[in-house]
C-alpha cells in the first residue's frame, strides 16, 4: 500500500480565446471588460495613436517605392523624398538653410 495519499486533484484550463482578455491594438494592453465586443483599442488615444502610426507607415512605403531623390541646394546631399526629409524639404539641413539664407541676403546687397 504505497499509494496511499490523498487524491490529487486535476486542474483542467480551459483556453478559450474567445473569452479571454482583448488586447488593445494600440498599446497592447488588456481592454477593459466593460469595453464593446466591437471595441480594439482601450481608450481613443491609442486609436488616435494607431491610426497615425499607419499612415505614416503607409505614407513611407509609397515614398519607397516612388523612389524620388532630391538633393541639398547648398551642399549637394542626396535623400529620398518623403522618408529622410519632408516633401518641400529643400535643404538637408538648419545648418544649410541658414547658409543659403545668408547667400541670397548677400546677392541682394542688404546691409
Ligand atoms: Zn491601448
Ligand atoms: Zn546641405
New binding site residues.
Given amino acids: 500500500m504505497d499509494r496511499d495519499g490523498p487524491p490529487r486533484l486535476k486542474l483542467i484550463v480551459i483556453t478559450d480565446a474567445a473569452s479571454g482578455p482583448r488586447l488593445c491594438r494600440g498599446c497592447g494592453g488588456p481592454l477593459m471588460p466593460s469595453a464593446k465586443s466591437t471595441a480594439v483599442f482601450c481608450e481613443d488615444a491609442c486609436r488616435s495613436r494607431h491610426w497615425r502610426r499607419m499612415r505614416r507607415a503607409r505614407t513611407r512605403t509609397e515614398a519607397v517605392k516612388a523612389g524620388v531623390t532630391a538633393s541639398?541646394?547648398?551642399?549637394?546631399?542626396v535623400w529620398t523624398v518623403g522618408i529622410d526629409r519632408p516633401v518641400s524639404a529643400v535643404?538637408?539641413?538648419p545648418?544649410?538653410?541658414k547658409?543659403a539664407w545668408h547667400t541670397r541676403r548677400a546677392q541682394f546687397g542688404e546691409v
Fill in positions: 541639398c541646394q547648398q551642399c549637394e546631399a535643404y538637408c539641413s545648418a544649410c538653410r547658409r
